[in-house]
């Protein structure tokens, strides 16, 4: 079983500030994957960031980056330079590597506001 | 980029009636669909998964007799939701994954809205 924790249900970061989401995670998969998503409030899910158990370099992309830290269990996503089309709901999500038909398992969420 | 297209968008209907909501993969052939529902300001709850010319997995708690999904070709899953009542209202996601492995990401339609009145 997976459980992925979200203990953030608001942030508020200046525009130009870099902001850290908090992501912890509890499986007993050896191997798994860790994605974040961003959800605007007209509802898609957008794919931001992977990271995956085995890499040994935190995954970036952009402005996103994930501090993976794996003995901590965690997975948090920063984001450098806000802007204020950052603002969203902020999901992560996990999900075993070991077969590929596995859906993803969402943690509950961060709503992320950037101010002016 | 991978698209997922979802329709309706927004659907309203009386309570006891059917809809039926549609999932294709545009530009590419997925043999594994997820639904998914989400309340307000709450995160996404797995339904079920459905496979291509199978039938679907649920999830405990889900009524398969109630969210009828049929997935009959490489791009397209249906999810109908039966004699709707109210506590049915939400918000139904599907998704997808280009490449059938597991650190592929999923990439999702952009939901439908269901009321019941």
């Known amino acids: 079983a997976q459980k992925i924790t979200q203990t953030q249900p608001g942030m508020f970061v200046q525009e130009k500030e870099a902001v850290t989401l908090d992501c912890t995670y509890d499986?007993?998969?050896?191997?798994?994957?860790l994605f974040w998503y961003k959800q605007p409030s007209s509802g898609e899910m957008i794919f931001l960031i992977y990271q995956g158990s085995y890499d040994e370099q935190n995954a970036t992309e952009g402005r996103y980056s994930l501090n993976f830290q794996k003995a901590r269990k965690s997975a948090n996503l920063v984001i450098s330079a806000s802007q204020l089309g950052d603002s969203a709901m902020y999901f992560c999500a996990m999900s075993p590597l070991t077969n590929s038909g596995y859906a993803l398992n969402f943690g509950k969420g961060t709503s992320l506001l950037v101010t002016p | 980029g991978a698209v997922v297209s979802q329709h309706p968008s927004r659907v309203i209907c009386k309570s006891g009636t059917s809809v039926k909501i549609e999932c294709r993969s545009l530009d590419f052939q997925a043999t594994t669909m997820f639904w998914y529902r989400q309340f307000p300001k709450k995160s996404l709850m797995l339904m079920a998964t459905?496979?291509?010319?199978?039938?679907?997995?649920?999830e405990q708690g889900v009524e398969k007799d109630k969210f009828l999904i049929n997935h009959a070709s490489l791009t397209l899953s249906t999810l109908t939701v039966t004699s709707a009542h109210p506590e049915d209202s939400s918000f139904y996601i599907c998704?997808?994954?280009?490449?059938?492995?597991?650190?592929?990401?999923?990439?999702f339609g952009n939901g439908t809205r269901l009321t019941v009145t």
């Open positions: 459905s496979n291509e010319g199978s039938k679907a997995t649920y």
């Open positions: 499986t007993s998969d050896q191997s798994y994957g």
């Open positions: 998704s997808a994954r280009v490449e059938d492995r597991g650190n592929s990401p999923l990439h």
